[in-house]
């Protein structure tokens, strides 16, 4: 890692105008993420842009108002192809950001990808991957205190919290260990507010999303001997509750809740096929699942989109390909 660390501290140096993307549908790791390299390379004198495919969901505005986020639409490609480097955060696969993916591939920014998600697809010139750590945020902080400390301040403190309390589950998957909290503890010494950032995450929402919710617990079926839970939404859910995608929060807690359950799968219908969000215990590889359709991520948390499939044939594909490892 030092030896990556110190090629990105010199790209970070002798380079002025950045841009930073993240991934689809950001969460608190992806936009805390890039709030506290924007802010730490502006501390640097850098002149620095966040462009995200997608908006950012309400509960997470409070970090727009550290550092703004635009979201992408083509007037934004000068900016990615006038940047000397382009940063991408909490995903190492381009067709993530795929809406201005090709803009990035034309542009001659040096590309720079600090991420902690398995296999990494070939799009940057420079790769920071720690697959060990919990959240991108807590490989920034490593970043950062690399190069200078002094450079976290309360604001980038915050951003990294946010990242790493919910990339963690609060402090509870299975990555989390003593350098998390001995690194959260930091983060707290420089004047973050836990509860204040629970309260923007978590305390924030409004009724519908747990008609939403409701809805969405009501439909876990078991399978397998009860060591699989699904949850399955089709679209019309989200209009019977007036919510949509962004009001969904971590329903894979609810299936894994169930005793016996080693792998929960949350299925979402979309416009144009199914995500799926793949979960397992202990040693069963989810990943291997969710790279057979496509998708990624880490060995008990992927993630996939199935393309021109229909909710229930999506779920029948699932199941099918988890049979043999559960
Ligand atoms: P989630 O199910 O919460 O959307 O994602 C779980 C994990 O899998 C996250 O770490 C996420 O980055 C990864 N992931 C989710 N969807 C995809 C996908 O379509 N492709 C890839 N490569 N990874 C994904
Ligand atoms: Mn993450």
Partial sequence: MTEQFSRLHDVFN????????????????????????????????????????SITPDHLLFLTKLFPVHTY??????????????????????????AMAETVAKSNAVKVCIDHHLEQESFADLYVIDTD?????ELLYRIFTDDDPALITLPVATALYA???????????????????????ELLKRGVDPYAVYQEIYESGEINKLHLLGKALECIEVHYNGRVACMALPRSVFT????????????????????NVVVGLVFIEQPDGVKVSLRSKGEIDINIIAKKFGGGGHRNASGARLKDITLADAVTALLTSIKEIV
């Fill in 73 to 98: 639409n083509s007037d934004l490609d000068l900016h990615i192809l006038d940047a000397d480097c382009f940063c991408v955060v909490d995903t190492n696969s381009p067709k993530r950001f795929s």
């Fill in 133 to 137: 750590v919990p959240a991108a945020s």
């Fill in 240 to 259: 019977e509750t007036r919510t949509t995608e962004a009001d969904v929060d971590n329903l894979t807690q609810y299936v894994l809740s169930i005793r």
């Fill in 163 to 185: 990242g790493i309390m919910t990339d963690t589950g609060s402090f509870k998957f299975p990555k989390t260990d003593a350098e998390t909290h001995l690194i959260t503890a």
């Fill in 14 to 53: 002798t380079k002025h105008l950045f841009v930073i993307t993240s991934h689809v549908n950001p969460d608190a790791d992806a936009i805390g993420s890039e709030v506290a390299l924007a802010l730490y390379l502006k501390g640097k004198g850098k002149e620095v842009r966040i462009i995200n495919q």
